[in-house]
């Protein structure tokens, strides 16, 4: 009867020795993501937001990251602690740039992944860049109101 309650002691510890190491390894397994900017179409736009949503590839988790991020001087993003696993990445620009880019994406553990996205040109409102023209339109020279 000893000998019995000392092996299920015994495995009773090891199972849990392997929970916490286990534990351990999905602590440890996340990755890095750098967001790359390009710089001539992002240069004049200082005041964009960009919002990023990680949304896990096989639906098993909606929005394991939703954050507004502030690009840096060279452009970038830096995400840190992406849990390991593949991804539907949404990137929403919120200033001046309004481009929406959705992208795949595969975050492998202990390493650093770097996507470059391109955003359309802008330019951002002014009042003083506007022009009307003065010209006056006559009604009455309009081919809809002239009779033949």
């Known amino acids: 009867m000893k000998t019995f309650s000392l092996y299920v002691i015994l495995q009773l510890v090891s199972f849990f020795r392997l929970a ?7 602590k440890d397994s996340n ?12 240069y004049f ?16 988790g ?7 991020f502030y690009p840096k001087k060279d452009y970038t993003i830096s995400i840190n602690d992406v849990p390991a696993g593949k991804y539907y990445v949404t990137i929403q620009c919120l200033g001046v740039h309004r481009d929406r880019i959705e ?3 595969r975050v492998k553990t202990g390493r650093l992944d770097t996507m470059t996205i391109k955003l359309k040109d802008c330019e951002e409102y002014s009042k003083n860049n506007i022009h009307i023209p003065a010209d006056q339109i006559d009604l009455s020279k309009l081919k809809v109101t002239t009779m033949k």
């Open 20 to 26: 916490e190491d286990r534990r351990d390894m999905v």
């Open 31 to 42: 990755g890095s993501v750098q967001l790359s900017f390009d710089g001539r179409s992002f």
């Open 45 to 60: 736009c200082k005041k964009d937001s960009i919002l990023v949503i990680y949304d896990r590839y096989d639906r098993s």
């Open 62 to 68: 909606a929005g394991v990251i939703k954050k507004v």
């Open 103 to 105: 992208k795949i994406q």
